[in-house]
């Protein structure tokens, strides 16, 4: 692929110390490397507790990491390191390049779907009527009718917030994309639809980073796979290269 | 004569902080006491942010805010904002006039209790002219209009306007205190436990209005709360303290999911647990 | 007041009058000391170079009772010479009691002449009003204020009210107006409406009728105000901005009086007072006597402030 390099993460390490269990550590990433391009999909697997979701919190800074560089390139060309960067740099590269989609739906409470789904844009600086109209557009693309767009997701199912949860992601897809398992509540419909739309932003030119126990949809969207063990990359390749069954069966298995 | 730039800041991350705190420090002496209410306090506040400061009572959270609004005199320390004298003399170096301008334009307060913030002798509508007379607006009509808009954008019924907030409830008598915040457009809103004293039904009302607000009309605002769920909602950056002092900083989903201090450990996980 | 008699201790101004049969040798040049008559006149300057300032000063016992104007008198008598045309009003009226012994003291502890004539006078003495007749350069308007804090009514800590003086913050005061205007529909202050000195102090004119504020504006004369009670002189020099307080779309107005004339002069354009008529009718005549008897008598009065 000749798409420009995105993100580089080198030696990423992250030690979680709790000081109320008697400061216990865990340490769930021991110096992790990759390098991603614009429009390239990498797909993250490996068994629970390897380290998965705290990979992306480190990279949207959610988790402050102990070690290690991530270094975006911006917008503007420059390169900044997300993991040492000043917390305005990360505030502001959420707004506008950077999106975390986790399993679970974080709305604001009483706020109607298609709200929670437009302030993304308004953020941005979209006009609010118009910010509704393409929030609605995508929400309807992923089967949530104009009557579930104005109730509040709180009162929702889980699938109908991963949903919501997807729309805003996708509704301006950002530069970078951060999936924690955003299908795992969606029935094979949901995810088809997911799917085209997260295709479609793969074409666009978003980067993704995406942790998914689905072997279709990986198969179908990422150029590469990355497997987690231990805190450690164990192998990196394309889809064909590894043996997905493997680490998605047993982490399915412990999910559920 | 009166012009009003109802100016969304757009945050962006080169912008200049719109407060500066630098080593805040206020102790309580009396003959055979000191008490250390806070102790070498410093952030910064940027245009269009909402800064969370959390802790539990006596941490010495309310009294930053009370220093910065100048209810009580900080006793060492600095605090520059943007737009007074170019942000290059601290406000608490300020006389007497100035200290006043900056609690009628530049700053707003928005206190626990209803009546520290609000005139209960003079009506809803009054309340929000006085800082609007402050800035010398001379026509009562358009006062009126002016009164009736924040009123309404903090949804109290404007029929109400000539009304004496006394005889509203608690959480009514909020929002007009929130109206006249907002009253004049300050640079900077100080929130202090603003939801803790109502009921919790109420609370909701009171805390989607002020979220609402920051979204629509991009307030940079300092909230003071006991309570991660609001600090949650409306915070883009958040401060622990814990006995006066600052134990832990960072992005307010950071402070919740990775707390870094021992303390603000336990204290996310009295919530979350 | 009841009349004193010859045998009473000399409490009373006439009692003073009577023991001394007149002869006042023994007394200072107008009642005061002279370091008394100083201090005044040094609060007096200062509140001159201070238009609308409240300049404290040591208020003196009088030989009239506190709340009769013993600040008005005090000023008079610091001022007032030998050379000097003396009149006293009180509401407009040269007649009344107070009026009459106020003036009367005064001429006899100076020897300064009395007049009721507004033209005539080099100092007038006043309770509640401005003559009608315009005023000169070479004339001294001196006012009796029962209370000259203007933000007593909604301030009343003494030292605050000063400091919001000192700070020019007077958006209570505005509030309050607002609140008025919210619950009359107007400005009520009826006697004694707040006035703006100069751009920065407001001040309390004493309790004049709307009628009388805008001839405090770029008058020739200078306007002195006394409060001997609360121990406070003030001043508006000649040439100095005096405005009532408004708002625009709420604009000061005088008193009217719609198709009323004065019985005595015949005039319309005065402030007219009420007084019981015969068979229960109402009696209007001008509160200034001094200007109805003028015009009566077929003088032109200049009353073009």
Redesign the interface.
């Known amino acids: 692929m000749s798409a420009e390099p995105i993100l580089k993460v080198a030696d990423l390490e992250k030690e979680i110390v709790l000081h109320i269990l008697d400061d216990k550590q865990v340490a769930p990433l021991r110096g992790v490397s990759f390098d991603l391009a614009e429009g390239e999909f990498l797909g993250i697997v490996g068994p629970s507790g390897a380290g998965k979701s705290s990979l992306l919190k480190c990279l949207h800074r959610t988790y402050v990491a102990d070690g290690g560089r991530a270094e975006f390139r911006t917008e503007d060309g420059d390169w900044v390191d997300l993991l040492s960067t000043d917390e305005r740099t990360v505030l502001d590269l959420r707004r506008n390049e950077l999106y975390y989609a986790s399993q679970f739906l974080k709305a604001p409470p009483r706020v109607p779907a298609v709200d929670v789904v437009a302030s993304l844009l308004t953020a941005r600086g979209v006009e609010i009527d118009e910010a509704r109209a393409r929030s609605s557009e995508t929400l309807a693309r992923l089967n949530i009718d104009e009557e579930l767009q104005s109730s509040y997701p709180a009162l929702f199912s889980g699938g109908e917030q991963q949903r919501i949860n997807v729309a805003r992601a996708l509704v301006d897809p950002p530069r970078l994309l951060l999936l924690d398992e955003p299908t795992s509540a969606l029935d094979s419909e949901n995810r088809a639809r997911v799917l085209e739309l997260l295709l479609e932003a793969r074409k666009a030119g978003t980067a993704m980073i995406g942790i998914f126990h689905d072997i279709d949809m990986l198969q179908h969207l990422a150029d590469h796979v990355l497997v987690l063990e231990d805190g450690r990359v164990s192998q990196y390749g394309t889809p064909d290269d590894i043996d997905l069954p493997d680490y998605i069966d047993a982490a399915v298995a412990e999910f559920a | 004569m009166v012009a009003e730039q109802t100016q969304v800041p757009?945050?962006?991350?080169s912008s200049e902080p719109l407060l500066r705190v630098r080593d805040l420090t206020k102790i309580y002496e009396s003959p055979g006491q000191r008490i250390v209410a806070c102790e070498d306090v410093s952030f910064d506040v940027?245009p269009g942010?909402v800064l969370g400061i959390v802790g539990e009572s006596g941490s010495g959270k309310s009294t930053v805010l009370q220093c910065l609004f100048q209810d009580v005199e900080a006793t060492s320390g600095q605090a520059f904002l943007r737009s007074f004298e170019d942000g290059e003399r601290s406000i608490f170096d300020a006389d007497?006039?100035e200290r006043?301008e900056l609690r009628?334009h530049q700053m707003a307060m928005v206190y626990q209790n209803p009546r520290m913030g609000l005139n209960l002798m003079?009506?809803a509508?009054?309340n929000i002219?006085?800082?609007l007379?402050?800035a010398d607006w001379?026509?009562?009509?358009e006062?009126r209009d002016k009164a009736s808009d924040y009123l309404s954008r903090t949804e109290v019924p404007v029929d109400r306007m000539?009304d004496f907030p006394a005889f509203f409830s608690g959480g009514m008598q909020q929002r007009v205190q929130i109206a006249k915040a907002l009253a004049n457009n300050p640079e900077l809103v100080l929130l202090d436990e603003l939801t803790t004293g109502l009921d919790v039904s109420v609370q909701?009302g009171v805390l989607?209005l002020v979220?609402d607000i920051q979204?629509i009309y991009g307030m940079t605002a300092v909230i003071v709360s006991h309570d991660l769920g609001v600090i949650r909602?409306l915070a883009?950056?958040t401060l622990v303290m814990k006995d006066g002092h600052v134990v832990e900083s960072?992005?307010t989903?950071?402070i919740l999911?990775?707390p870094?201090?021992?303390y603000t450990?336990?204290l996310v996980?009295c919530v979350t647990n | 007041m009841a009349s004193a008699t010859t045998d009473r201790p000399s409490s009373s101004v006439r009692g003073l009058i009577a023991e001394r049969g007149g002869d006042f040798s023994g007394y200072s040049f107008a009642f005061l000391d002279d370091m008394a008559k100083r201090e005044i006149r040094r609060a007096t300057l200062k509140a001159v170079a201070i238009p609308g300032h409240q300049v404290p000063f040591g208020s003196r016992e009088m030989p009239i009772a506190r709340g009769w104007g013993t600040g008005g008198l005090q000023l008079t008598l610091s001022l007032v010479g030998s050379e000097d045309r003396v009149k006293v009003i009180d509401q407009g009226d040269d007649a009344s009691v107070n009026a009459v012994n106020l003036r009367r003291l005064v001429a006899q502890m100076t020897g300064a002449e009395e007049t009721l004539d507004t033209a005539e006078a080099t100092l007038i003495q006043t309770r509640h009003r401005i003559p009608e007749e315009v005023m000169r350069d070479d004339q001294i308007l001196i006012f009796q204020v029962p209370i000259p804090e203007p933000l007593r009514f909604i301030e009343r800590s003494v030292a605050v009210a000063r400091g919001m003086h000192a700070e020019q913050d007077y958006s209570r005061m505005w509030l309050a107006l607002y609140e008025d205007i919210v619950r009359r529909g107007e400005i009520s202050a009826g006697a004694g409406y707040p006035v703006m000195v100069n751009s920065r102090f407001i001040m309390a004119p004493s309790p004049i009728p709307r009628w009388d504020i805008p001839k405090l504006n770029q008058a020739d004369t200078l306007f002195l105000f006394g409060a001997g009670r609360e121990k406070r002189i003030y001043a508006v020099p000649p040439h100095t901005d005096v405005r009532p307080l408004e708002f625009e779309d709420y604009a000061f107005k005088t008193e009217e009086f719609d198709g009323l004339a004065c019985e005595v002069s015949g005039a319309t354009d005065v402030y007219l007072v009420e007084s019981p008529g015969e068979n229960g009718t109402s009696r209007w005549t001008a509160s200034d006597t001094n200007y109805a008897d003028k015009v009566a008598a077929g003088i032109e009065v200049n009353k073009q402030w």
């Open positions: 757009e945050p962006s991350a940027y942010e007497r006039r006043r009628t003079v009506t509508g009054g002219a006085e800082r007379l402050a001379r026509r009562v009509d006062i000539d909701a989607d979220r979204r909602l883009d950056r960072g992005l989903d950071q999911e990775d870094q201090h021992e450990q336990l996980n």
